[in-house]
């Protein structure tokens, strides 16, 4: 099990900043990556259909044979992560409890914690559970950002209506006075820049992407399925997608940091 890949899902292209973490932290270990680019975004979707979706895939993710999966997507982690862990015998985390952590840690000043994610990891409160969890009683401040996804799609990181959005968004949470803000989100890595100027030098950014490669890292050691160094071995990333591989191509190498191998096109559920 040790050579066997790593499984990584997301909706669609936002899982691939998890990806390029995981590539960071374990650079002994091959991937398989699936983006459910027919069914995209998830946000909007209802729990059930997003549970629904998930499943679908981590049981394709499973029949590759893979050694664990990572929910690389805060829809799916806030509404499907407890069913997919019953569902299945490999182990399966997801980037919402890695983010609270670390988002707990950073917080020593006491100040509120600001969340942004899309309608649905808001509305799902997962976030506020997690931190509720690890600090007691410390105060949560949400807000979801639905423009966020197209424009980092459209690749304006650094664009004005970008900044006049981030503004508009993260008012509320700094008038709330946030020391600390979890980009809640795998699209929102690539504005880190961006929304860290926006939110001033008070407030530290916590990357989920980050945290949850270094939290698989944690949990392969603990099993032993850590990836042996060969030298003569080769490690791979497999990509595949419920549609328009062209465009996952094109629009992932912005988020990969790298040029994108071909993406197979795998139909789930009648799609």
């Known amino acids: 099990m040790n050579r066997a890949p790593i ?3 997301d909706s669609g292209l936002g899982g691939l900043t998890v990806a390029r973490a995981i590539y960071q932290a374990l650079p002994n270990d091959s991937t398989v ?3 459910d680019t027919a069914r995209v975004p998830y946000g909007p ?3 059930a259909t997003v549970r629904r979706y998930s499943l679908e895939i981590t049981d394709w993710l499973v029949r590759q044979g893979v050694k664990a999966i990572v929910v690389a997507c805060n829809t799916s982690t806030a509404h499907a992560l407890e069913a997919l862990q019953d569902a299945t015998i490999v182990p399966v985390i997801g980037v919402i409890e890695p983010g609270a952590r670390a988002a707990v840690r950073a917080n020593s000043s006491g100040r509120p914690i600001g969340v942004i994610g899309t309608a649905g990891t808001i509305q799902s409160r997962a976030y506020d559970r997690a931190i509720d969890a690890v600090a007691p009683g410390t105060e949560v401040v949400s807000a ?3 423009l966020f996804v197209p424009l980092v799609e459209e690749g304006w990181f650094e664009h ?4 006049v959005v981030a503004a508009e968004y993260l008012a509320p949470l700094l008038q709330r006075g946030i020391g600390t803000l979890v980009l809640g989100c795998t699209h929102y890595p690539l504005l880190k820049p ?13 990357d989920s992407a ?3 490669g270094l939290e698989l890292k944690r949990l392969l050691a603990e099993r032993d399925l850590l990836a042996p160094g060969d030298a003569d071995r080769r490690v791979f990333h497999r990509f595949a997608v419920s549609d328009d591989p062209e465009r996952f191509r094109t629009v992932g190498s ?3 940091g790298e040029r994108l191998a071909a993406a197979e096109v795998v139909a789930l559920g009648g799609h």
Not at 160 to 163: L, S, V
Not at 196 to 201: L, T
Request: glycine fraction near 12%; proline fraction near 9%; charge should be positive.
């Open 33 to 35: 990556y699936f983006g």
């Open 254 to 256: 912005r988020f990969l």
């Open 45 to 47: 979707k209802s729990p």
């Open 210 to 212: 980050e945290e949850t």
């Open 160 to 163: 004005e209506a970008t900044r």
């Open 7 to 9: 499984g990584i899902f």
């Open 144 to 146: 979801a950002c639905p």
């Open 194 to 206: 961006l929304l860290a100027r926006v939110a001033g030098p008070g407030v530290a950014l916590i």
